[in-house]
């Protein structure tokens, strides 16, 4: 039997009563006599004054203290869905320590049939219960749901940006008092700004006088079943002492045009989101089309990165995968199968290392739906080839196409791009009058393209010594590493099938045409030529990782690339901390397939001044304008 971890987070453990769900833990109910719809309607949604409270806005957000069996975010989503002058794009932030686990959430949710449709599409995308933030997009992305998993005032924490209406929900202070403590409450008051409201089912005379000691005005609110009262809020003015720094007014249209340099996974993805967003975007790459250079590859692993601290760098890329599996699935729902679940071992190097993982996994449990440790007997068994040891099975892991996601992505653009193809932008220059305009040139000088924006997405991109590539980044990240990689493809149709992606010194990845891609090298070479010595090495990982040995005849040649580095192994994502208007989604090194979806979410989320979709110490951790850099002297 594989050895199935515990989650990071209890679970809920949830007794159905004649009454309705109830907190064992707790004590408590999860909702009221007149039920979970009704009081998410008129305590919450009616309490912040919704829907009129969104109208006329592109961008709203709530924030709810207790996501528990998710009805307050269903009625929202059906309000949502039911207003013709509903805002372009709803961002739900829920906080939960204690997730709900499918089973009790299917037979809790049976109580609302009219909410049967989403709430079925929300258990489908709901996470495993790890720590962190969760991001989930429903109607094409128009809806997000950012499930924070943790702590009550830790997830406060987590958040960075003030939101427009907050729902305090929860169970009641006598059960659950460190929801309703005066710093809570201090935090939801840092989480708001002015204009922001906040309405309780909670109508206790201590409750209100901490929300007004937060800095809320507070008024009682028409009763519900059996009280009386409930309590509002609003937040009419800004204190300085405590108050988030608000985001700069929202972009007009004389600033929503903006050049991507690069159409590899991170460019593409960033003008699909930009464009559903509204913005004109003019892509600019050297190749003739998208997914030429890094992202070209036939074949490229996800997998999660584990650790026994659980790094940033743990936490940056399980939170990347999990989003990109979701975005993926709903590809796959559409019939594009560039998204392929098949699972990923990860095979140890020797006893000592399968050893460093029993106890990382005793020191930092983890679902058995993310992660499982095996035997060598049951890795033999799950993968059918022989190995040396056994290891890790991510199974929502896989591979995926690379280049196909590419193109995917600028499917439905047409209306808003403009691109130029085959045209190698050599530097940029940004104008001196008033609207600071970016300009980006060719060798000679030549404009090809001009915005008030700028993104460098553009990977290592050419070996031009003096270019943008070096100019444009904060002097602690100068220069990036530009390491150089060669994957091998190899016909093996006369061995037995490989269903899963394999890897350890190296992997091994199939396709549905049983051709396998194996990889991949580091090396200094700087051509893109397939060389025999990156074969040689790439036919030996094959044999050591899985005992395949090969002929000649069925090598089918290989592809090399460049991958961009930064010094720490993180991603660049974010605002450049000097010129104005200068955006980053660089050096998604080894990592592009895991990382580059929420890289690109997280960098259209700053520009857009919206809700980010990771918590506040990992997205400092990609800024550009981060501390932690280690430049080798």
């Not at 049976?110 to 996470?127: D, G, S, T, V």
């Not at 340099?261 to 593409?268: E, H, K």
């Not at 090399?560 to 050096?587: M, N, T």
Request: hydrophobic share 40%.
């Amino acid at each position: 039997m594989a050895l199935l971890l515990s989650p990071m987070l209890n679970p809920a453990d949830i007794e159905f009563t004649p009454q309705g769900p109830r907190s064992i833990r707790y004590e408590d109910r999860y909702f009221g006599e007149v039920g979970a719809l009704q009081q998410a309607r008129r305590v919450f949604i009616q309490g912040c004054t919704l829907p009129s409270a969104w109208r006329g806005k592109r961008h709203f957000s709530i924030l709810e203290t207790g996501f528990g069996l998710g009805f307050n975010f269903l009625a929202t989503w059906d309000a949502w869905q039911h207003d013709p002058c509903r805002p372009d794009r709803l961002h739900f932030l829920s906080i939960e320590c204690h997730p709900v686990s499918l089973l009790q959430l299917t037979q809790a949710h049976a109580c609302e049939p009219h909410l049967a449709p989403l709430a079925r599409q929300l258990r489908h995308n709901l996470p495993p219960a790890i720590a962190g933030l969760h991001r989930l997009e429903f109607e094409q992305g128009k809806v997000c749901l950012t499930l924070v998993y943790e702590q009550d005032e830790r997830a406060l924490k987590m958040l960075s940006m003030p939101v427009d209406a907050i729902f305090l929900d929860g169970f009641a202070p006598e059960h659950n008092p460190a929801l309703w403590s005066q710093k809570f409450l201090d935090g939801l008051y840092q989480q708001s700004k002015p204009g922001t409201q906040l309405s309780t089912w909670c109508a206790a005379g201590e409750i209100r006088k901490r929300l007004t000691q937060s800095g809320f005005e507070v008024e009682r609110g028409p009763g519900i079943g059996n009280k009386r009262e409930t309590t509002r809020a609003r937040r009419c003015a800004a204190r300085t002492d405590q108050a988030l720094i608000l985001p700069p007014p929202g972009r007009t249209m004389t600033n929503s045009e903006v050049m991507v340099l690069g159409a590899g996974l991170a460019g593409t993805a960033i003008t699909e989101r930009l464009i559903q967003q509204g913005w004109q975007v003019t892509l600019i790459d050297a190749a003739q089309g998208p997914g030429q250079g890094a992202s070209g590859n036939l074949a490229g692993i996800v997998r999660p990165l584990v650790s026994r601290d659980d790094n940033r760098s743990s936490q940056f890329t399980r939170a990347a995968l999990l989003y990109a599996i979701q975005r993926w699935e709903r590809l796959q729902g559409q019939g594009h199968p560039a998204w392929h679940p098949t699972g990923v071992l990860q095979v140890a190097r020797d006893e000592a290392q399968l050893q460093q993982w029993i106890e990382m996994m005793l020191a930092n449990p983890m679902p058995g739906e993310w992660v499982q440790l095996l035997s060598k007997k049951e890795a033999e068994q799950r993968c059918g080839f022989p190995l040396k040891q056994g290891g890790l099975l991510f199974p929502q892991a896989g591979w995926a196409e690379p280049k196909v996601l590419c193109e995917q992505a600028l499917l439905d653009t047409a209306h808003a791009l403009r691109t130029h193809w085959g045209q190698r932008v050599h530097s940029l220059k940004q104008t001196k009058n008033g609207s600071k305009e970016w300009i980006a040139l060719d060798i000679f000088e030549k404009e090809i393209a001009r915005a008030a924006h700028v993104i460098i997405a553009s990977g290592a991109g050419p070996h031009i010594e003096g270019t943008l590539f070096d100019d444009f980044l904060p002097a602690s990240l100068r220069p990036l590493q530009r390491l150089r990689g060669e994957v091998t493809h190899f016909n093996l149709q006369s061995k037995p099938k490989l269903d899963l992606v394999m890897c350890g010194e190296g992997y091994v990845c199939p396709s549905p045409d049983q051709t396998w891609s194996v990889g991949a090298t580091y090396d200094e070479k700087t051509t893109l030529d397939i060389s025999s010595s990156g074969i040689q090495e790439n036919t030996d990982k094959l044999k050591t990782l899985i005992g395949i040995s090969v002929r000649p005849e069925e090598i089918q040649g290989g592809r090399a690339s460049f991958r961009s580095v930064a010094w720490d192994r993180l991603p660049i994502v974010g605002k450049d901390p000097e010129y104005q208007g200068l955006w980053h989604c660089r050096a998604l090194a080894s990592r592009g397939l895991a990382w580059h979806a929420i890289a690109a979410e997280l960098l259209v989320a700053q520009m857009e001044h919206a809700p980010p979709p990771l918590e506040k110490t990992l997205c400092e951790t990609v800024s550009p304008q981060r501390k932690s850099i280690q430049i080798p002297q």
